[in-house]
């Protein structure tokens, strides 16, 4: 049977690349980074190449990186280390409704501790409006924090109006890049990004490992005490093979950057428009302009995501859902109701999400399983039924 | 995730479909939860001799509404109440925690297209079944 991934907002097959990069870390180059014998100076040095190597993605300085062990915690220390530092200024926060988790729950913490947060509206189309953020903003506004990219429908948000505006009106501006670094450009100067978090295994790194771009001259509170790695800010010793990986991966994302972008954009195109064309009763979820090359979200009406999710698998595709049921909650996903899908609607949503490593007879093999097993859950299904019946 | 058992029910259901001359029709939960079951059924003399089920939702509601069916299809009215969401997880060689509610679902199903039949006979369920959960037909205080 044939397999075809494409969960890749979920996390990425570990390039060949990166591993044989990361390898020789483990058995061979196993010195400590702070050690002062010679073996300890190479593991350092391989730090700082892959510290310089995130640094020149970003068009960042590599005093301004800091390693960490991914997207959780890079929101978390930034978020928390900005209200900390910031907290004589002022205690209001601007987010969205749609973040990650790792955002929301650490917003939703700071709430408890006496700091306020706006959420804006992300609209149908899954896109904030720059008037209502400006209008947000108030002489207490310390931090504005907006994701770059959403994991689950792929909008991009207008990152550079929002740089400029927090840089006119002197607030942070920290934006949750995680599902943006490596699939699109990103220049941390141009758009006036302060800080940034993101997480090797978005793009072909292994897992346990991220970053933290922090602009130089924000001055976060130290996130573990302990030595003096990182510059004090995240104490311990540094998953070198990580840091390695994650070095390697960044840089083979950037290479041959707008032929690979073109290559999964056009495959995505074809996956829009064999699903919307071939089964009825769908919608893309979120702009389809401003959308991740590699991303789909669609809701398929009248059946529920977990079984569309465990057909597909048994059809060697596997995917991911906004659907409750695979996180484990019952609630459906926030994002799908954040951009005003009703309940019902949200339960029954499908992300694809694709690499360069995918092809067009992956696509090919989508559209001829899908429309199938949509219409066998949907033969079961007592409310396709009155569908049916009503037309 | 799932047992064994629990996706070889929801890759080969047992009972899907309808029953156009059903005597009894149950239908529980509701879009909004995620999770909608009807059940049909042929009751002739007490007994069961025929059901069958439509299902929206995940592959344990699919896999807790053919088990239900298959347990009970063959039984006696009499039987068929004591069928319990327990016995639906033990057939199906447990459930995850969070899913626990499929079957619970499954157990009203069978219980809701029971209350059917004995309306459609004239008869009030509510002393041989229980309480339906619909409180705006009750007409026990």
Known sequence: MRKVYVDNAATTRVKEEVLKEMLPYFTEEYGNPSSLYEMGGRTKKAIEKARESVANALNAQPREIIFTSGGSESDNYAIRGVAESMKKKGKHIISTKFEHHAVLHTLEYLQKIGYEVTYLDVYEDGIIRIEDLKKAIRDDTILITIMFANNEIGTIQPIEEIGKIARERGIIFHTDAVQAVGHVKIDVEKMNIDILSMSAHKFHGPKGVGALYVRKGINLPNLIYGGGQERGKRAGTENVPGIVGLGKAIELAYENFDEKHDKILNLREKLIDGVLSTIPYTRLNGSREHRLANNTNFSIEYIEGESILLMLDINGITASSGSACTSGSLDPSHVLLSIGLPHEIAHGSLRMTLSDENTEEDIDYILKVLPEVVQKLRDMSPVYDKVKNNK | ?141
């Not at chain 2, 479909?17 to 939960?29: H, R």
């Not at chain 2, 059901?51 to 299809?73: D, Q």
């Open chain 2, 1 to 141: 995730m799932y047992s064994d058992k629990v996706m070889e029910h929801f890759k080969n259901p047992r009972n899907v479909g309808e029953i156009e001359d059903a005597n009894a029709i149950g239908e529980v939960g509701n879009m909004k939860c995620g999770d909608i079951m009807k059940i049909y059924m042929k009751i002739e003399n007490d007994r069961i001799v025929d059901i069958k089920f439509k299902t929206f939702g995940c592959g344990a509601a699919v896999a807790t509404s053919s088990m239900a069916t298959e347990l009970v299809k063959g039984k006696t009215i009499q039987e068929a109440l004591t069928l319990t969401n327990k016995a639906v997880i033990e057939a199906l060689d447990g459930l995850p925690p969070v899913k626990v509610h499929c079957s619970v679902l499954a157990e009203e199903a069978i219980k809701a297209a029971i209350i059917d039949y004995y309306k459609r006979q004239g008869i009030d369920p509510t002393p041989i079944v229980g309480c339906d959960g619909d409180c705006h037909s009750c007409k026990h205080e």
